[in-house]
């Protein structure tokens, strides 16, 4: 089969198409045969290299997500999942490729009308923008600030807060243009990189959803309205400063809260349930999905330069 692999790490130049065995699954698990497979953040942070500590090699194959059809399964699988069109989590790699393993508790079946490029747009990033925002403890009435909107998290994260009865929804992006975008998804409000751009925007926030996190994530502790919380998606702009825990002993008073969120956090059986929920919202246009672009499997370099020069609003896809 065709596979995507990383054979030096750094810049997208080291991605090549190579051709690997097809995969079996083993007990529990399923084969897809990939028709969509998503672009995310991740991605590029395990291929830049930032992720070496976690034992990445060469020879690697990256995507964590696909949507297609169930090829074959493992032992404990029920076989009537063989010949349903899912969407599956690949996990930190594996998803690159015309077939791809997934756990069967990571796969959920989709609707007849929901295509795999749509399901891939929303099935990893439209979790993380749920469970991100319930983390916070987002509640109708709160004013949100969701920073780096134009990713895939960020437009979901901009309609649910929205569509949930934010006061406000504030958002960081980089050009006018995807301000309006952002405009069109539920934003209220459109702000530069750090934050500024518009005198009538809130003096501070409820919730900040981070995605970005790197050099700039304290100064928006800065921005919490007492009580307020912000919690960590995200680090595609790197890790933050090591003594930025310092900006929340200084407001002591305000009672500020920091946190992180990862969907590993989450039941099993909650993710699919709320996948599940999401695909459907996006079969009867109640979730509005976003594709940048869609490019054929070969051009996976290209998808990723796209994303490492921020070009990108909303999904990145790769079809086989």
């Known amino acids: 089969m065709k596979a995507i692999v990383i054979q030096a790490y750094g810049g997208p130049e080291g991605l090549a198409v190579v051709e690997l065995p097809a995969p079996e699954p083993?007990?529990?698990?399923?084969?897809?045969?990939?028709?969509?497979?998503?672009?995310?953040?991740?991605?590029?942070?395990?291929?830049?290299?930032?992720?070496?500590?976690?034992?990445?090699?060469?020879?690697?194959?990256?995507?964590?997500?696909?949507?297609?059809t169930v090829h074959a399964v493992?032992?404990?699988?029920?076989?009537?999942?063989?010949?349903?069109?899912?969407?599956?989590?690949?996990?930190?790699?594996?998803?690159?490729?015309?077939?791809a393993v997934a756990s069967v508790e990571d796969i959920v079946e989709l609707p007849a009308d929901l295509s795999a490029v749509d399901a891939v747009s929303i099935g990893s990033a439209g979790a993380v923008a749920h469970f991100g925002l319930a983390h916070a403890r987002f509640a109708p009435g709160d004013a949100v600030l969701v920073r780096g909107a134009a990713?895939?998290?960020g437009v979901l994260a901009v309609q649910?807060?929205?569509?949930?009865?934010?006061?406000?929804?504030?958002?960081?992006?980089?050009?006018?243009?995807?301000?309006?975008?952002?405009?069109?998804?539920?934003?209220?409000?459109?702000?530069?990189?750090?934050g500024e751009g518009d005198a009538g925007a809130p003096a501070g926030y409820d919730v900040?959803?981070?995605?970005?996190?790197?050099?700039?994530?304290?100064?928006?502790?800065?921005?919490?309205?007492?009580?307020?919380?912000?919690?960590a998606v995200g680090a595609v702009g790197g890790q933050p400063p090591a003594d930025f825990g310092m900006r929340l002993m200084a407001a002591f008073r305000s009672s500020l809260s920091f946190a992180t969120f990862s969907l590993d956090t989450v039941a099993p059986a909650d993710r699919r349930a709320l996948r599940a929920a999401q695909?459907?919202?996006?079969?009867?246009?109640?979730?509005?999905?976003?594709v940048h672009e869609v490019l054929p499997l070969d051009q996976a370099a290209r998808a990723h330069r796209a994303m490492d020069d921020g070009e990108v609003f909303g999904r990145m896809v790769l079809m086989p």
């Not at 493992?74 to 077939?99: K, L, M, Q």
């Not at 929804?169 to 750090?194: F, K, W």
């Not at 695909?279 to 976003?290: D, E, P, S």
């Open 208 to 231: 900040v959803l981070d995605i970005v996190a790197g050099d700039g994530l304290p100064s928006f502790l800065d921005r919490l309205r007492p009580g307020g919380r912000l919690v």
């Open 151 to 153: 990713g895939g998290i």
């Open 279 to 290: 695909f459907a919202a996006a079969a009867r246009g109640a979730l509005t999905t976003v």
């Open 74 to 99: 493992g032992a404990g699988v029920d076989p009537a999942w063989t010949g349903r069109r899912v969407w599956g989590f690949t996990g930190t790699g594996g998803g690159c490729a015309e077939r």
């Open 26 to 68: 083993a007990a529990g698990q399923v084969v897809i045969a990939t028709e969509a497979i998503g672009v995310g953040g991740v991605d590029t942070l395990i291929r830049s290299g930032a992720l070496a500590a976690y034992g990445f090699t060469a020879g690697h194959v990256p995507g964590s997500e696909v949507a297609g």
């Open 160 to 194: 649910l807060a929205a569509r949930g009865g934010a006061s406000e929804v504030a958002v960081t992006t980089s050009s006018p243009a995807r301000g309006e975008r952002l405009r069109g998804l539920g934003a209220t409000r459109v702000l530069d990189r750090s």
